[in-house]
């Protein structure tokens, strides 16, 4: 195969009257949702979109995976866009990306043609979805005809840690390459039914999205408003009986922080996967009070590499330390996972940390229009003198424990010099976090003051935690400033926004 439309089509033939994506407002069957992507992807096909990317300015919804589907049909790849974020972030990352079509749904159909009209064709998808149009058979076998699994899937835009937008290019080779090897090793099925977190400009919803192709599992869209609201999130995952959740660790802080097992227990949940930061051992524990017997594992993988490159599968019997860090664990099948030193050899010695490197088929094509970064970062394999080997180099610093397995330690911007000792922030923030009242930390670090600072959330006196971290790391890794907050920031990702800590500091506030 191709493409990942063969894995929709043979599961919209198998069971074409089965639902196969629901949002609040309605349903799709797989079958309805072939008939309708082929009907977008045959007036795609008129606008001329192949190899081309089509932006969507609209939240996540039945009617946007049509369009998603539409526009693969028509041999286009798609790009979701963040409508939070600046418009100046915006009209940067529309200027890169160029798209021949610009979807909107109706609630959002102003805005598009204000921002990106006349310059752009900002069409109003739902619109376009009600007036049914219809497949052209010759038209789309025709395009089928000369698609490569080289093509383009999808790009999503991330900042990392410089702030600066970068489009992910990620082919359908990859994607059919990593979701049956995912689904076969956590055993999802299509009697399951996935509860969708993540936003469609994030990574994580592609796990959903094509385990929901491939296997035939429901896909049930969670609305972005709900993780702000315990009882409706609650209610909705009970309600529509969700097995799994692929899930950021942000959103399962959410549940547990905000006490969302108190008011109800989704007790259908039987596979929870987290992915994006280090997962508080403390909201942990909350997780698998109320859901003892699901499976939970851990994810690690960065959006340049299909997702995630390894997992560890927590075991149900261990009570994991407070101040203790989740392995990342070990590579999913087909894909490569290494350390390199600064001096670019190997390091496999226990404890030894090096960057974390990643080599297969689950390597992006690069970043849209964006050729010097590109080649910083997709290289060739230093370790291999014989053959054209391309590897990502993550940024991130890694090590491995006792039985094999890689630790996540921090990016290699959060590894500082300070009073001529090496420290990784994660580890303080890891410490501060085992610490009782303490929900969520981050530590950043002020260069030109030598300063470190931590922000906490929950009701603990800046003394008392001070107090308690003494007895926890050495003086040298004792914050120098305390800042209590009522809520961490999150960017686009989900993950703890840092530049807006950094922003929050620096304001003295």
């Known amino acids: 195969m191709n493409t990942i439309l063969d894995w929709l089509e043979h599961t919209a033939a198998a069971d074409p009257n089965k639902v196969a994506f629901e949002d609040p407002k309605g349903s799709i069957t797989w079958g309805a949702l072939r008939e309708q992507a082929e009907g977008i992807g045959t007036a795609l096909a008129g606008i001329g979109v192949a190899n081309r990317p089509v932006a969507f300015f609209m939240e996540k919804s039945v009617a946007a995976v049509i369009g998603m589907m539409g526009t693969v049909y028509a041999r286009g790849f798609y790009s979701f866009l963040d409508l939070r974020q600046p418009k100046t972030r915006m009209q940067t990352v529309i200027t890169k990306l160029d798209p021949a079509v610009i979807f909107a749904d109706h609630g959002n159909l102003e805005t598009a043609r204000e921002l990106f009209a006349p310059q752009y064709l900002v069409i109003d998808l739902e619109e376009l979805e009600e007036q049914n149009p219809k497949a052209d058979p010759a038209v789309l076998s025709q395009i089928r005809s000369t698609c490569l699994d080289t093509d383009p899937l999808y790009v999503n835009f991330t900042s990392g840690s410089t702030g600066i937008p970068k489009g992910v290019v990620v082919c359908h080779r990859s994607v059919i390459d990593f979701i049956p090897i995912f689904d076969k090793t956590f055993g999802i099925t299509g009697d399951d039914v996935m509860g969708n977190q993540a936003p469609f400009d994030f990574d994580v919803s592609v796990k959903d999205i094509y385990s929901g192709l491939y296997t035939g599992a429901k896909v049930v869209l969670i609305p972005r408003n709900y993780f702000v609201n315990p009882t409706a999130l609650m209610d909705y995952l009970a309600d529509h009986e969700i ?101 670019d050899q190997e390091v496999t010695k226990e404890g030894e940390v090096g960057e974390i490197c990643v080599g297969g088929t689950c390597i992006a094509a690069g970043y849209y229009r964006e050729r010097e970064k590109t080649e910083a970062v997709f290289v060739q394999n230093p370790l291999n003198q014989a053959w054209q080997e391309k590897i990502y180099r993550t940024g991130d610093l890694g090590k491995y424990d006792g039985a094999g397995n890689l630790i996540y330690v921090s990016r290699k911007d959060f590894q500082i010099k300070h009073l001529g000792h090496r420290i990784e922030l994660g580890e303080i923030e890891t410490d501060a976090m085992a610490c009782d009242g303490v929900t969520r930390a981050c530590c ?42 009522d809520r961490m920031p999150l960017n686009k990702n989900g993950k703890i926004d840092r530049h807006a800590l950094m922003d929050l500091y620096h304001s003295g506030k």
Do not use: H
């Open 243 to 343: 097995t799994t959740l692929v899930w950021a660790v942000s959103a399962m802080c959410f549940v547990s922080i905000m006490n969302g097992f108190s008011y109800r227990v989704p007790e259908q949940v039987n596979k929870v996967l987290f992915s994006g930061e280090v997962m508080p051992v403390k909201q942990l524990n909350i997780w698998k009070k109320y859901l003892p017997d699901a499976a939970y594992v851990n994810l690690y993988g960065p959006t340049e590499i299909t997702c995630n490159c390894t997992y560890f599968v927590l075991d149900p019997a261990k009570t994991y330390a407070l101040d203790e860090v989740i392995p990342a664990g070990k590579p999913f099948p087909n894909e490569k996972v290494f350390l390199l030193d600064e001096q």
């Open 444 to 485: 950043l670090y002020d260069s030109e003051k030598k300063k470190l600072i931590l922000f906490y959330t929950e009701d603990r006196e800046k003394k008392d935690l001070e107090k308690d971290l003494r007895t926890r790391v050495p003086d040298f890794m004792v914050p120098n400033r305390t800042i209590p907050i």
